[in-house]
């Protein structure tokens, strides 16, 4: 009788997750003991690679159209087991758990979360996998709101609300300050786009080094 096949998946989205021991080769160590452990010994065959989302959000990537999650669809078959060592490595909102259940589950492709020691294969499975999916939206939506409010208070203190510093802005003690030079050549970079129709491209050869870039290209430009 054909056992399946195992089908191990792995998701970081920032390099926090890193830091708190969800790195990718922490995952993948957990999952390869797991087969180990729990699959092989039942005649489950796994060819010994990863289904790897790199920097991939779940809140902002829905699980069926990350790349990992699509490339595990080509060859996923009824009976193969599909599993990530955290529930939220693969879902983080209702809409994601139901589609889970309906495109897996219900073509009896086991599911299994490490964290939780579970199974979809059986009723108590899928009541977890509802319960921790509405939870896990429930948690994003609150970490969201309160980004938005930190960066909105942020923004009246004319603070930066993020890592890389805005164009045409500055920092001068912490805060943002005009930068005329870069306004200036921002300028520069429209008047020529809309006026005498340079592509991306041709701007990159001619517009001035700014930021101290040893290299401009198209997509600087356009964000510029």
């Not at 708190?20 to 160590?29: I, T, V, W």
């Not at 999650?69 to 078959?77: F, G, K, P, S």
């Not at 693969?90 to 490490?114: F, K, N």
């Not at 996998?129 to 203190?157: C, G, I, T, Y």
Request: proline share 3%; charged share 25%; aromatic share 8%.
């Amino acid at each position: 009788m054909n056992a399946g096949q195992y089908l191990p998946y792995c998701r970081v989205s920032d390099e926090k997750q890193v830091k708190e021991g969800l790195s990718l080769e922490a995952q993948r160590q957990r999952l390869a003991d797991y087969y180990r452990t729990r699959l092989q010994p039942n005649g489950v065959i796994w060819h010994g690679g990863f289904y790897t989302d790199e920097a991939v959000s779940a809140w902002k990537t829905p699980t069926f159209q990350r790349p990992a999650i699509l490339q595990i669809q080509e060859v996923v078959l009824p009976g193969d087991h599909v599993a990530c060592v955290a529930y939220d490595r693969l879902t983080r909102s209702i809409a994601d758990c139901v589609d889970i259940e309906r495109t897996w589950i219900d073509q009896h492709i086991h599911v299994h979360m490490l964290d939780l020691n579970m199974d979809t294969a059986t009723d108590a499975g899928r009541m977890i996998l509802h319960v921790l999916a509405m939870v896990a939206q429930m948690e994003s939506k609150r970490k969201s709101d309160r980004v938005k409010e930190v960066n909105a208070v942020r923004r009246r203190l004319g603070l930066p609300t993020h890592s890389q510093k805005l164009w045409g802005f500055k920092l001068v003690n912490g805060r943002y300050a005009v930068d005329a030079y870069e306004r200036a050549v921002m300028g520069q970079i429209a008047d020529l786009r809309a006026e005498h129709g340079y592509s991306l491209t041709q701007l990159a050869q001619i517009i001035p080094t700014i930021r101290g870039r040893g290299k401009w290209d198209k997509w600087k430009i356009d964000r510029a």
